[in-house]
C-alpha cells in the first residue's frame, strides 16, 4: 500500500531517477494522479527528478522529498483556490502563473488534496 492507502503501482519512475533516494510521498502522489487521469511519468524538463505528463505537457515535478510543483492553470485554481488558498500544504505565488507548490508530510496530505489533484489533472488535458 501506499503511503494514501492506495495499492502500489509496479515498477515506478519516481524511484530509479532519484538514484537510491526513494520518496513514499512522492510515489502517492503519482498513485494518486493516475488514478485522476490520462497521466504518465517520465523524466522531468526542468532537471534530474522524476516528473509527471498529460500527453507532452509535464504537469508535476518532485523538487525535493515532500515537496512538488504542480501545474493547475490559472482556470484550474481559481475552480479550487476558496478551497485550498489557506491550506499549509499548498503554496501558491502569483508570479509562478499555473504552478503551485505542494509541501507534503503524510498520506493524509494527499487524501484532504484530492479534489485539487484532480483539478490539475483535469486542467491539462
Known amino acids: 500500500m501506499s503511503a494514501a492507502g492506495l495499492p502500489r ?17 512522492w510515489d502517492a502522489f503519482v498513485d494518486v494522479m493516475l488514478a485522476a487521469g490520462p497521466a504518465h511519468e517520465r523524466p522531468s524538463r526542468y532537471g534530474d527528478k522524476p516528473a509527471l505528463f498529460v500527453g507532452s505537457r509535464e504537469i508535476a ?6 515537496v512538488l510543483d504542480l501545474r493547475i492553470t490559472r482556470v484550474g485554481w481559481s475552480l479550487v483556490s476558496a478551497d485550498f488558498g489557506d491550506d499549509p500544504a499548498v503554496r501558491h505565488v502569483p508570479s509562478r502563473r499555473d504552478w503551485i507548490e505542494l509541501h507534503l508530510s503524510s498520506g493524509a496530505d494527499l487524501d484532504r488534496l484530492g479534489i485539487l489533484l ?8
Open 9 to 25: 503501482r509496479a515498477g515506478g519512475y519516481g524511484r530509479n531517477v532519484l538514484r537510491g533516494h526513494g520518496d513514499l510521498l
Open 61 to 66: 515535478h518532485q523538487e525535493a522529498p515532500g
Open 118 to 125: 484532480t483539478t490539475a489533472v483535469a486542467a491539462n488535458a
